[in-house]
């Protein structure tokens, strides 16, 4: 496979280690939450908001995470076996899932394939980057944990952390000092919910924004040039479906519109309950509150939990991304 899979680039990122803290620090009382946006009835869909998600990066120890270019799907597939990556093994949580972060779906992504083979590659490739930004926001709310037990000992930010949290806030729609909203919000999603809405949004990788565009969740923006013109808009419509430079970038993205945006707010207050009772989410029960996010509404709720419910996508909420960086090597390919 020489030449055919590339060190596409390099990204300097974070692996994390969260102490215990208790649910009462991480999540406030969930009686008291207060309501993010003033309701809004009949949401037909809700719009991405332009959120530069590469803003607030916290440094802990740092792992290198290569980005991998793929040229088809067989040589996708093959370098999933090659690995070692078995879904059996993650169902059972007797592995950990390689952080394995595959740029781009290959353009042949489309072609006739096994339906089995179709689904469990597709999963294998995108739960690592589904996992890896859910590392990257533990990261965040790590340290915004610490930001404010620093200023409840009553001491002062250094300029520094002070802008950091100015930058976090911003990222996230909310006020800097308002620790208890944005510890809602800086809050990572379930794996089981962002895997079906992939599915559901993409045909399993098959859609032409998938491969064309990254665009895993079919988030809409209304700023010519920026994505993809679907052939069922509407006349008079001017929304495109967003285009991205990676796949991770579509997940970033994705992760960030339900924990700012107004119309998920009861995603994130039914997180915090879930926190608040057991570690694990329950991802059917979320699929309730993202009425929202399809002009399908209820139609849309059914399909996300047929979906986990014959996937058995909840067998993977609690997956755990590995923290050995992910060697090429080991699937005897070359880097550049």
């Known amino acids: 496979m020489r030449g055919v899979i590339r060190n596409f680039r390099k990204h300097k990122r974070t692996a994390f280690t969260v102490s215990a803290v208790s649910a009462a620090l991480l999540y406030g009382a969930v009686a008291g939450f207060s309501v993010d946006q003033p309701a809004r009835a009949a949401l037909d869909w809700v719009a991405l908001p332009q959120v530069d998600f590469t803003l607030a990066r916290p440094k802990f120890a740092d792992i290198d995470d290569d980005m991998v270019e ?115 919000r800086v809050d990572t999603v379930s794996p089981t919910l962002a895997l079906a809405q992939a599915i559901e949004e993409s045909g399993w990788g098959r859609s032409r924004f998938a491969r064309d565009g990254n665009a895993l969740y079919g988030q809409r923006a209304w700023s010519e040039g920026t994505g993809f013109v679907p052939e069922e808009r509407a006349e008079g419509e001017r929304f495109e479906v967003r285009a991205f430079d990676s796949l991770l970038d579509s997940v970033r993205s994705y992760v960030v519109n339900l924990n700012r945006h107004y119309a998920y707010e009861d995603y994130r207050v039914a997180r915090a309950q879930m926190r608040a009772r057991d570690t694990q989410l329950n991802a059917y029960a979320l699929a309730q509150t993202l009425v929202s996010y399809s002009e399908r509404r209820e139609a849309y709720v059914d399909a996300l939990r047929g979906l986990i419910r014959t996937n058995r996508l909840d067998d993977f909420e609690v997956a755990q991304l590995s923290t050995v960086p992910f060697e090429l090597d080991h699937i005897g390919a070359t880097s550049r």
């Open 70 to 184: 793929v040229a088809s799907a067989d040589i996708l597939h093959e370098v999933l076996d090659n690995t070692g990556y078995a879904l059996r093994q993650i169902r059972r949580g007797d592995e950990r899932v390689p952080r394995l972060l595959v740029e781009s779906l290959p353009e042949d992504f489309d072609a006739q394939m096994v339906v089995e083979a179709r689904k469990q590659t597709f999963i294998r490739t995108v739960l690592p980057l589904i996992l890896k930004a859910n590392e990257e926001v533990r990261l965040e709310r790590r340290q915004l944990i610490d930001l404010e037990e620093h200023i409840l000992s009553g001491r002062e930010l250094a300029e520094e952390d002070q802008s950091w949290l100015d930058r976090l806030a911003d990222k996230y729609d909310a006020a800097p000092g308002d620790f208890a909203v944005l510890l809602r």
